[in-house]
């Protein structure tokens, strides 16, 4: 695993990208996604970063959600896995949606609806919804690995009739179009867009994964000069993360430190 010295290379790099999860890597995660806000901080250092790198935010998150947390300009948001794109806040800014993924709008919507219909027999359970599809999370319940098993009951057969794809994540279950359409994809269009030869993407989770890998992809092939990935680790981070990663940071809060050092480096 590289030291953090190594850092100073991708930063030197110009074009320079910078990109960021947000839940889990720059906002510890809270009991529900409504009740997340981002490590102290974290504002100042993004707004001082957009000064000298192209800033993106890519989450699961709907795109509009995600930019009211962060809710600083002149970075590129990128919502729901890379469906969702604007440049810079989508209240003030156009959001392009990847035409392929229009048609799953009504399906993941009757999907999210069977679940809501069973929330009375499902304690603890709360649904989050998507432009396209959304997320079943529970968290909150008393015997969590039971909600995961009735969600999965409910919705399995239903999600293959429509065609639409289920995926598991920390405490949750996605419900997703079936499209390739991931973290990963999103990072090399963000690379290839503003041509940047540097970049550095942090991440958590297991929707991180495809990102984190891509950065070993645009080194391999020299689409970047240089590259480096940041995992965020948790007491449940997967261990195929960890082996990937760059770099390792302990909790949110050791990422805020680090980004810090990376804008304290640009």
Aim: charged letters at 25%; aromatic letters at 4%.
């Amino acid at each position: 695993m590289p030291a953090l010295s190594d850092l100073k290379n991708v930063l030197a790099q110009r074009p320079l990208g910078l990109v960021f999860d947000i839940d889990g890597t720059l906002s510890p995660i809270a009991p529900t996604s409504d009740e997340a806000r981002l490590y102290t901080g974290v504002v100042p250092l993004l707004e001082r970063a957009r000064e000298r790198a192209h800033v993106a935010i890519m989450t699961g998150r709907e795109i509009v959600d995600g930019a009211r947390m962060v809710n600083v300009e002149g970075l590129t948001y990128i919502g729901t896995h890379g469906l969702e794109w604007s440049e810079g806040r989508p209240s003030l800014h156009t959001v392009q949606v990847v035409p392929q993924a229009l048609q799953y709008i009504e399906p993941g919507t009757y999907l999210l609806d069977l679940v809501e219909q069973q929330l009375p027999r499902l304690p603890g359970v709360y649904v989050q919804r998507k432009r396209v599809g959304g997320t079943l999370h529970y968290r909150l319940s008393a015997d969590q690995e039971q909600a995961r098993r009735d969600i999965l009951a409910i919705l399995e057969e239903p999600a293959r009739q429509v065609n639409m794809r289920l995926r598991e994540g920390k405490k949750m279950v996605e419900v997703l179009a079936p499209l390739a359409v991931n973290k990963g994809q999103a990072l090399r269009s963000f690379v290839e867009h503003f041509q940047v030869q540097g970049v550095v993407f942090a991440g958590d989770d297991q929707t991180d994964l495809d990102a984190v890998l891509e950065v070993e992809r645009l080194r391999k092939e020299k689409k970047v000069v240089a590259g480096l990935s940041i995992v965020v680790q948790h007491a449940d981070t997967l261990p195929v993360l960890l082996e990937h990663a760059d770099i390792v940071v302990q909790e949110v809060g050791g990422m805020v430190d680090l980004l810090r050092e990376i804008v304290e480096m640009l």
